[in-house]
């Protein structure tokens, strides 16, 4: 990290650890916005949906947390370096984020077109990238940080109909794995959190038939739900995870081990 910025400490604008969420809309992303406002985090979130966002701000506002939104495409790399910038700037500080946003183009490699496979690898691994180097600065500035990237079993064991998705999620355990090891020094941990069947909007067009026969393969016997896995992040996000870095934590019900 040869831009590194040994400027003195700046004075925080607030005394709350700062969160950005992105897809924090709806599904996983939105179960781990609302679960660290619950825990007193100040939440940022990134969507696309200014609607959704701003239905989150609500309950977020009502159950007495605290909270921005902002609407970006985490597809736009400047866009976003952008927000969090901002964001660090305006705040003083930037102590947690979650690349969360993702999508799938499924389909059998043979019809994979070039830009299914480009969309995945933009969305779900660059952008990670994008927010990575972004908030690297403002954390080291505060010695601080908590790097949480949204992987997937298909990331681990791969899925036929998902080389695309797959390739992006298993970019994401390099990627996360490397800024582990050069920003640790900074005391700034990063992690993955690899989720397996969560019933989401994501999960919910899957054809009954194959949900039925993924169901076995998993030990525990069910789906996940998103807060399965806010629960995680709330963890890795927390002081407490400090001595945790370049792991990938499953939340899958057993299903990839
Ligand atoms: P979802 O489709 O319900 O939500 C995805 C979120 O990402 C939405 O808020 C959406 O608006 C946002 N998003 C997508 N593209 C975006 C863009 N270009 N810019 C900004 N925001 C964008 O999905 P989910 O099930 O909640 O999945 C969340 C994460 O967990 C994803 O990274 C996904 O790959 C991962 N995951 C999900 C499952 C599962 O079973 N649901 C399993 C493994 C991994």
Redesign the pocket.
Known sequence: MGGYDPSPKKEYVIEKRVAIV?????????AIAMRLAADGRHLVG????TD?LEALRVEIAAAGGSCEMHS????DGLALAAAIEEVAERLGRLDIIVN?????RDGLILRMSDEDFDDVIR??LR?AFVACRTAARPMMRGRFGRIIN?????GIMGNPGQAN?AAA?AGLIGLTKSIAKELGGKGITANVI??????????SSLPAALREAVLPAIPLKRF?V?ND?AAAAAYLSSDEAGYITGHVLSVDGGLAM
């Open positions: 992105t897809g924090a809309s709806r599904g996983i992303g939105r990134i969507a696309r949906n959704q970006c495409d985490v597809g969360n946003a993702g999508i799938t969305v779900n952008s949204l992987g997937s079993v298909a998705y999620k690899a989720p397996g069947f969560i019933d989401t909007d994501m999960t996940g998103a896995v």
